[in-house]
């Protein structure tokens, strides 16, 4: 049983940036494939990036490309999710979670039914 918990979530002015962390425990997370997830009041959870085991491939949903940058430290059990040039349609609860993958480079994909473990999120608000 693998445990995740998101930390630097937090208030923060339209173009500024905040780092998340997930860090695990009760597992190796070098055998999972990460995606982290977003979901606004009112609105359904939503895929934002995922990065395969080696932290060799990422994906990222388009409206974040170029601002956010997923990253992972497999000897610490965390990953990160760098945000800059926070906009005010960036606001939500942010999770983490993790997919077990076999093969090391594949990407996660950005079903949050196909991952197996959820961390209990961290709220991100960007005032304008």
């Known amino acids: 049983q693998v445990t995740l918990v998101e930390s630097g979530g937090g208030l923060v002015q339209a173009g500024g940036s905040l780092r998340l962390s997930c860090a695990a425990s009760?597992?190796?997370?070098?055998?999972?494939?990460m995606g982290w997830f977003r979901q606004a009041p009112g609105k359904e959870r939503e895929f934002v990036a995922a990065?395969?085991?080696?932290?060799?491939?990422?994906d990222y949903l388009d409206s974040v490309k170029g601002r956010f940058t997923i990253s992972r430290d497999n000897a610490k059990n965390t990953v990160y999710l760098q945000m800059n040039s926070l906009k005010p349609e960036d606001t939500a609860v942010y999770y983490c979670?993790?997919?077990?993958?076999?093969?090391?480079?594949?990407?996660?994909?950005?079903?949050?039914?196909?991952?197996?473990?959820w961390g209990q999120g961290t709220q991100v608000t960007v005032s304008s």
């Open positions: 979670a993790a997919q077990f993958i076999t093969r090391a480079t594949m990407i996660p994909g950005r079903s949050s039914r196909a991952y197996d473990y």
């Open positions: 990065i395969s085991r080696t932290d060799s491939n990422t």
């Open positions: 009760g597992g190796i997370l070098s055998v999972y494939g």
